[in-house]
């Protein structure tokens, strides 16, 4: 298990670096790793039925030894603690702690797109937002960028924040760069098109169970967050905003296409008071997503700075949370 204030140090580190490209990331390791096997795969299993069994071995060969490696590099560590200064090792075990979290590359990306819109420049935020999501940006519009922007704020708070935060609490740096295994399997294999439909099955589903228990979590952090923020800005609105925020996460949470994702995007829509989803073109095909919230907010750009602040909120309150679990743990 990882200490409390190692936990707050990772979410320190994590807030003033992120992830710079000139350090070594584990999660391009395992990117690689999963390319690598995917076409050694490909060359063996070829058939439907294959292609599914194929998806298994490429989960079980990824997840498994990004665990029992990391214990291993825990465990080396802390038998290392005589022979090499004690603050090295948990140095090393903070900044691996720190890069299964992305508070601050989700709010960078996220910040550059919302500049961009402001300063009217429409095509600089098509391609900033063509960085953070899967949608094809060229159609675009002002608002449809910024709907984009707040949705992936949503989903990523979950999956970026909150999700390794929740399983660095519950069972360490292993069971945390698991998860990160996890979800890099579902973000290179788990489309649902004709290339990944059976091969990247597995990795999809397992996506969907590691994140069922974090995405709730985010959609209650939203509602509180809309609560904290309406406090600061508009205390008459407070109650009400939260209310509405858990209101339409509980009525619309389950229209997206995925069991999890929908729940932090509807909160954040019912926090917003607007409406997001709807149809969009991915790599050309349309997909015809049903729409989450109701449409009363006008101002995108505003809504999208209140969105980039009750993120925030949420991160802090998720880390607050975290530190507090893993500091009970070690009493017990």
């Given at each position: 298990m990882i200490g409390p204030l190692e936990l707050l140090a990772a979410c320190a580190l994590d807030l003033a670096i992120g992830d710079p490209h000139w350090a070594p990331h584990p999660v391009r390791v395992i990117g690689k790793a999963i390319s690598t096997l995917e076409r050694f795969l490909r060359r063996i299993f070829t058939s439907t039925t294959s292609l599914r069994f194929a998806g298994v071995v490429l989960v079980l060969c990824i997840v498994l030894p990004v665990y029992f490696g990391t214990e291993l590099i825990v465990a080396a560590v802390s038998k290392a603690s005589g022979r090499v200064p004690?603050?090295?090792?948990?140095?090393?075990?903070?900044?691996?702690?720190?890069?299964?979290?992305?508070?601050?590359?989700?709010?960078?990306?996220?910040?550059?797109?919302?500049?961009?819109?402001?300063?009217?420049?429409?095509?600089?935020?098509?391609?900033?937002?063509?960085?953070?999501?899967?949608?094809?940006?060229?159609?675009?519009?002002?608002?449809?960028?910024?709907?984009?922007t707040i949705e992936t704020l949503a989903e990523n708070l979950s999956d970026g924040i909150v999700a390794p935060l929740f399983y660095l609490a519950l069972g360490g740096l292993p069971l945390a760069m698991a998860y990160k295994a996890v979800n890099t399997l579902d973000s290179m294999v788990g489309y649902k098109n004709e290339k990944y439909r059976y091969f990247g099955w597995a990795g999809a589903r397992l996506d969907d169970v590691a994140n069922y228990l974090p995405a709730r979590v985010s959609g209650l952090l939203i509602v509180l967050s809309a609560f904290v923020v309406n406090v600061a800005t508009r205390p008459a609105d407070s109650f009400s905003a939260a209310r509405r925020a858990f209101r339409i996460m509980m009525r619309d949470g389950r229209k997206h296409p995925s069991p999890n994702s929908g729940v932090p995007e509807a909160a954040m829509a019912g926090a917003l008071a607007m409406k997001l989803g709807g149809p969009s073109t991915y790599g050309g095909v349309l997909s015809s997503k049903a729409f989450i919230g109701d449409g009363e907010r006008k101002d995108p750009l505003s809504a999208s700075y209140e969105a980039m602040t009750i993120v925030k909120v949420s991160c802090v309150l998720a880390m607050i949370l975290a530190v507090t679990v893993t500091a009970l743990g070690g009493l017990l």
């Open positions: 004690a603050f090295l090792g948990t140095a090393f075990v903070i900044y691996l702690a720190a890069t299964t979290i992305a508070t601050r590359e989700l709010l960078r990306s996220a910040h550059l797109v919302i500049k961009s819109i402001a300063k009217g420049d429409l095509e600089a935020a098509r391609r900033d937002v063509s960085m953070i999501v899967g949608r094809d940006p060229q159609g675009l519009s002002d608002t449809g960028v910024l709907k984009a």
